[in-house]
């Protein structure tokens, strides 16, 4: 009989002892949410204040937030580590008809010295095509006649 009071007794201190650590998770899970909903309304008055002090902008608040978030400094460090070690080329080309004058008259603005500024224009286009890519351009292209003529 003593015996089986002790496994009662036991068994009763277990159980209470379990049913505590329950309640200290209960009360420890009560008190983070009551954490949570006084961040929530707190943050909630800061958003209110800020777009009130914006004149009611909700763009310019999302921007706001964005640049005191750091978010465009690390879309800049994305874009950055995604080009790097890419080693790209640039090449920068004019073709010669800058805005001259001859006579005080520009000789930039003529139709047949644009179209002569776009032919000027290719072969860099094409060498700088072939230096990045190993492509040419298909031969035919040097081959083309007028067909008006014909």
């Given at each position: 009989?003593?015996?089986?009071?002790?496994?009662?007794?036991?068994?009763?201190?277990?159980?209470?002892?379990?049913q505590q650590v329950a309640d200290g998770e209960l009360y420890a899970k009560q008190k983070e949410a009551e954490g949570l909903i006084a961040l929530a309304q707190a943050q909630g008055t800061y958003l209110r204040?800020?777009?009130?002090?914006?004149?009611?902008?909700?763009?310019?608040?999302?921007?706001?937030?964005?640049?005191n978030g750091g978010v465009f400094q690390e879309l800049a460090k994305i874009n950055a580590g995604a080009v790097q070690g890419?080693?790209?080329?640039?090449?920068?080309?004019?073709?010669?008809?800058?805005?001259?004058?001859?006579?005080?008259?520009g000789t930039s603005?003529?139709?047949?010295?644009?179209v002569g500024g776009v032919y000027k224009m290719l072969p860099p286009l094409f060498q700088t095509v072939h230096e990045q890519?190993?492509?040419?351009?298909?031969?035919w292209?040097?081959?083309l006649t007028d067909s008006t003529n014909n």
């Amino acid at each position: 009989m003593m015996r089986i009071n002790r496994q009662r007794a036991l068994a009763s201190a277990t159980f209470y002892a379990s049913q505590q650590v329950a309640d200290g998770e209960l009360y420890a899970k009560q008190k983070e949410a009551e954490g949570l909903i006084a961040l929530a309304q707190a943050q909630g008055t800061y958003l209110r204040t800020l777009l009130e002090a914006l004149g009611g902008n909700y763009t310019t608040l999302r921007d706001y937030m964005m640049i005191n978030g750091g978010v465009f400094q690390e879309l800049a460090k994305i874009n950055a580590g995604a080009v790097q070690g890419l080693q790209p080329k640039i090449s920068i080309w004019t073709n010669g008809s800058g805005g001259e004058t001859v006579d005080g008259v520009g000789t930039s603005s003529s139709a047949l010295n644009q179209v002569g500024g776009v032919y000027k224009m290719l072969p860099p286009l094409f060498q700088t095509v072939h230096e990045q890519t190993g492509m040419l351009p298909p031969a035919w292209m040097g081959t083309l006649t007028d067909s008006t003529n014909n």
